[in-house]
């Protein structure tokens, strides 16, 4: 089997970042993009989507964090998709509830080719740490653009936005992981009646 990597910069006036990922890792993480909680989160991603992510970003930290996070979204964005390749072989849908406390999230996810979002995450305060709450949306909007898939997320409850946030990633790595895993029964075979996705 090919090995499903991908490497991509993204280079800005206002930021510059660098993505590797292996869609069959292990969870293993190294991230930097100047944003405590954000990294915390990325590392969600990596760890209960057993994806391998290394992320490096430099970004205009000291207007805000929504060009880091938004470009955070596109760049990996592009490389799941770079490294995903046709999809043929992978069971092309995934969902995951993930629970943390009083928090419940739900996380679905089509790697249909086509980019759209559904966030309904009524945060309970505009920030955690120095993360603004309205940048999840930014994120995630950012990486179906590029990533070509459909994504439903909704948070059931919660009453602490760490939860709630932290939820929402893990359940978005959970998916994904799903998605992404190849079928076996479906060797070399893009699964969709178009033949393509």
């Given at each position: 089997m090919k090995?499903?990597?991908?490497?991509?910069?993204?280079?800005t006036r206002e930021t510059q970042i660098t993505v590797k990922l292996n869609i069959d890792g292990t969870g293993h993480s190294k991230l930097d993009t100047g944003i405590g909680f954000f990294d915390h989160m990325l590392d969600q991603i990596a760890r209960?989507?057993?994806?391998d992510l290394e992320v490096t970003a430099k970004g205009d930290l000291h207007i805000d964090g929504h060009h880091t996070?938004?470009?955070v979204g596109i760049t990996i964005g592009q490389a799941l998709a770079q490294a995903v390749g046709d999809k043929s072989g992978v069971r092309r849908y995934g969902h995951a509830y993930v629970p943390l406390d009083e928090a419940l999230s739900r996380v679905v996810?089509?790697?249909s080719g086509r980019p759209g979002l559904e966030m309904h995450v009524p945060f309970k305060s505009g920030a955690i740490g120095l993360f603004d709450t309205q940048l999840a949306f930014e994120f995630f909007q950012g990486f179906v653009n590029h990533a070509f898939v459909t994504l439903h997320i909704d948070n059931l409850r919660g009453e602490n936005s760490h939860h709630q946030a932290e939820t929402v990633f893990k359940a978005f790595g959970r998916a994904l992981r799903m998605a992404m895993e190849l079928d076996p029964r479906s060797a070399g075979v893009i699964p969709s009646t178009k033949g393509v996705l």
């Amino acid at each position: 089997m090919k090995p499903r990597k991908a490497e991509v910069t993204r280079n800005t006036r206002e930021t510059q970042i660098t993505v590797k990922l292996n869609i069959d890792g292990t969870g293993h993480s190294k991230l930097d993009t100047g944003i405590g909680f954000f990294d915390h989160m990325l590392d969600q991603i990596a760890r209960h989507g057993m994806i391998d992510l290394e992320v490096t970003a430099k970004g205009d930290l000291h207007i805000d964090g929504h060009h880091t996070v938004e470009d955070v979204g596109i760049t990996i964005g592009q490389a799941l998709a770079q490294a995903v390749g046709d999809k043929s072989g992978v069971r092309r849908y995934g969902h995951a509830y993930v629970p943390l406390d009083e928090a419940l999230s739900r996380v679905v996810v089509d790697f249909s080719g086509r980019p759209g979002l559904e966030m309904h995450v009524p945060f309970k305060s505009g920030a955690i740490g120095l993360f603004d709450t309205q940048l999840a949306f930014e994120f995630f909007q950012g990486f179906v653009n590029h990533a070509f898939v459909t994504l439903h997320i909704d948070n059931l409850r919660g009453e602490n936005s760490h939860h709630q946030a932290e939820t929402v990633f893990k359940a978005f790595g959970r998916a994904l992981r799903m998605a992404m895993e190849l079928d076996p029964r479906s060797a070399g075979v893009i699964p969709s009646t178009k033949g393509v996705l």
